[in-house]
């Protein structure tokens, strides 16, 4: 049974969020203010985090880099509606998805099981074998990523990015198809992809600023670009 810790200081809010995923097969614990967050991840690690922005005692950005600095932990993040900015610094911390308040309890359960299933990706034999980029190695059944050797620090939707521009080099793809094809949403907002996109040019690219990997497509999208010679991307056994 997987473990998720509900962070929200309304007990209104977790009372509801807890009974939907406990009906959907999670064990749910719970959590009211950041630093008892921060202390209960600590001490039991979930396999997942709901974790609401607005906390008592320490925000939810800063719990979530906290929470996060020994590993990777699958994190949603619950913002208010129409707050862009804190959505978006929310991804920019590692959150791995957002639920906007209010928000459908069902909608979150998809969520919460769309997350932790591309988290458990590492079990699955049919993952295939490695793929290179230049400096770039990934491994798609350990969920693991490289550069020049040194692995990176990459949260579930960057990895599941990279992954797929490793399998599609050389072809422009809109933001929309991104979201489809790696988020498996038909809709949402589409600067969820431009902070990931922006997020993996920092670990990846040798000058962020002026990306020669991840390319923009103006008018249309993202291009990965693999280095040219016999590093370039493909698959490796």
């Known amino acids: 049974m997987k473990r998720v810790l509900v962070v929200d200081d309304d007990p209104t809010v977790s009372e509801v969020v807890a009974g939907y995923l406990a009906r959907a097969g999670f064990a749910v614990e719970l959590a009211a203010d950041g630093p008892g967050a921060v202390a209960h991840a600590a001490a039991?690690?979930?396999?997942?985090?709901?974790?609401?922005?607005?906390?008592?005692?320490?925000?939810?950005?800063?719990?979530?880099?906290?929470?996060?600095?020994?590993?990777?932990?699958?994190?949603?993040?619950?913002?208010?509606?129409?707050?862009?900015?804190?959505?978006?610094?929310?991804?920019?911390?590692?959150?791995?998805?957002?639920?906007?308040?209010?928000?459908?309890?069902?909608?979150?359960?998809?969520?919460?099981?769309?997350?932790?299933?591309?988290?458990?990706?590492?079990?699955?034999?049919?993952?295939?074998?490695?793929?290179?980029?230049?400096?770039?190695?990934?491994?798609?059944?350990?969920?693991?990523?490289?550069?020049?050797?040194?692995?990176?620090?990459?949260?579930?939707?960057?990895?599941?990015?990279?992954?797929?521009?490793?399998?599609?080099?050389?072809?422009?793809?809109?933001?929309e198809e991104l979201m489809h094809r790696v988020w498996g949403w038909e809709f949402g907002d589409l600067s969820t992809v431009t902070v990931h996109v922006r997020r993996l040019r920092e670990k990846v690219e040798d000058d962020p600023a002026r990306p020669r990997l991840i390319s923009t497509v103006w008018g249309v999208g993202y291009r990965f670009d693999p280095p040219p010679g016999r590093d370039g991307a493909g698959d490796a056994g």
């Open 44 to 175: 039991e690690p979930p396999d997942l985090v709901v974790l609401d922005l607005m906390l008592p005692g320490m925000d939810g950005l800063e719990v979530c880099r906290r929470i996060r600095e020994d590993g990777p932990l699958p994190v949603i993040m619950l913002t208010a509606r129409g707050d862009e900015e804190d959505r978006i610094l929310g991804l920019e911390v590692g959150a791995d998805d957002y639920v906007t308040k209010p928000f459908s309890p069902r909608e979150l359960v998809l969520r919460v099981e769309s997350v932790l299933r591309r988290a458990g990706a590492s079990a699955a034999p049919e993952a295939g074998p490695w793929l290179r980029a230049g400096a770039l190695t990934l491994d798609p059944a350990g969920r693991r990523a490289t550069r020049h050797g040194s692995e990176l620090a990459l949260t579930i939707r960057e990895f599941d990015l990279l992954e797929f521009f490793l399998r599609h080099p050389g072809r422009a793809m809109s933001r």
